[in-house]
C-alpha cells in the first residue's frame, strides 16, 4: 500500500479550464501541495488504486474544497506505463458540470475501478 507520505505526483500540464475551475495553476506542483479539504483522502484512495491496481478509476465529487458546492467534477485516471510494463504517469481528463443530474450522481459512490 502506498502512504500519502510516499505518494509524489506531480502536475505535468494542466489546462486553462482546469486553473479556471480550482482557482490556482496546478500546471507543475505536487496534488499534496492542494489543500482539497475532506476530499483528501479521496483522492489518496482514487489514486492509490490507479497506482497500485494499475487500472483506470472514474468519479465525482463536488468542487467544495475549491468553494464552488454547485459544480461537481467528472474526472478519469488512466495509468500509462513506460516499455518496462512500470506505471510512468496518470493521465487525467476532468469534466466540470453544474446541474441536477450531476448533484444526483455525485451523490452515489462516487469512485469506480474499471
Same mark, same amino acid.
Given at each position: ?29 505536487? &496534488?499534496?501541495? %492542494?489543500? *482539497? ?12 488504486? #490507479? /497506482? ?12 467544495t474544497p475549491w468553494k464552488q458546492p454547485? &459544480?461537481?467534477? %467528472?474526472? *478519469? ?9 512500470k506505471i510512468s504517469m #496518470? /493521465? ?23
Amino acid at each position: 500500500m502506498i502512504g500519502p507520505e510516499t505518494l509524489q505526483l506531480r502536475v505535468r500540464l494542466a489546462g486553462t479550464r482546469l486553473r479556471d475551475y480550482m482557482g490556482v495553476e496546478t500546471t507543475g506542483r505536487c &496534488v499534496a501541495d %492542494f489543500d *482539497l479539504g475532506d476530499q483528501r483522502d479521496y483522492w489518496q484512495a482514487a489514486y492509490q488504486e #490507479v /497506482l497500485e491496481g494499475a487500472r483506470p478509476a472514474q468519479g465525482v465529487v463536488p468542487m467544495t474544497p475549491w468553494k464552488q458546492p454547485h &459544480v461537481f467534477q %467528472f474526472w *478519469l485516471r488512466l495509468p500509462l506505463m513506460d516499455a518496462d510494463g512500470k506505471i510512468s504517469m #496518470v /493521465l487525467g481528463h476532468d469534466a466540470f458540470l453544474q446541474s441536477e443530474k450531476a448533484h444526483a450522481l455525485a451523490g452515489r459512490a462516487n469512485l469506480r475501478i474499471a
